[in-house]
């Protein structure tokens, strides 16, 4: 089973970057699609990027599309979100997410319920 501990999150003024890391374990991970989400205090968790399990693959919310960048190395089984450009609104915590279900699927899936792992998240503050 695929395990993932979510890592650099923390404070940044607007207009700055954060590069959000997820570690995984687990011998599916390289063969699993992979998402970021993100839940902001009182509001619902949205989608924010996926990757297909070979990383050629990617998807993105309209609201970060040009400012995130969702990537993946399979060979240290690590998936990053590298975040420019930050905004307030970009304040939640961000969770890392496998769809072992979906093995080798070559789709960045953006449904939540297409992922059944899900890592215990990393606080991000937006500063204005």
């Known amino acids: 089973q695929v395990q993932l501990v979510e890592s650099g999150g923390g404070l940044v003024q607007a207009g700055g970057s954060l590069r959000l890391s997820c570690a995984a374990s687990?011998?599916?991970?390289?063969?699993?699609?992979m998402g970021w989400f993100r839940q902001a205090p009182g509001k619902e968790r949205e989608f924010v990027a996926a990757?297909?399990?070979?990383?050629?693959?990617?998807n993105y919310a309209d609201s970060v599309k040009g400012r995130f960048t969702i990537s993946r190395d399979n060979a240290k089984k690590m998936v990053y979100l590298q975040m420019d450009s930050l905004k307030p609104e970009d304040t939640a915590v961000y969770y890392c997410?496998?769809?072992?279900?979906?093995?080798?699927?070559?789709?960045?899936?953006?449904?939540?319920?297409?992922?059944?792992?899900w890592g215990q998240g990393t606080q991000v503050t937006v500063s204005s």
């Open positions: 997410a496998a769809g072992t279900k979906y093995y080798y699927s070559s789709y960045a899936h953006s449904a939540g319920g297409d992922y059944d792992v």
């Open positions: 687990g011998r599916t991970f390289s063969s699993s699609p």
């Open positions: 990757t297909s399990w070979t990383g050629v693959n990617t």
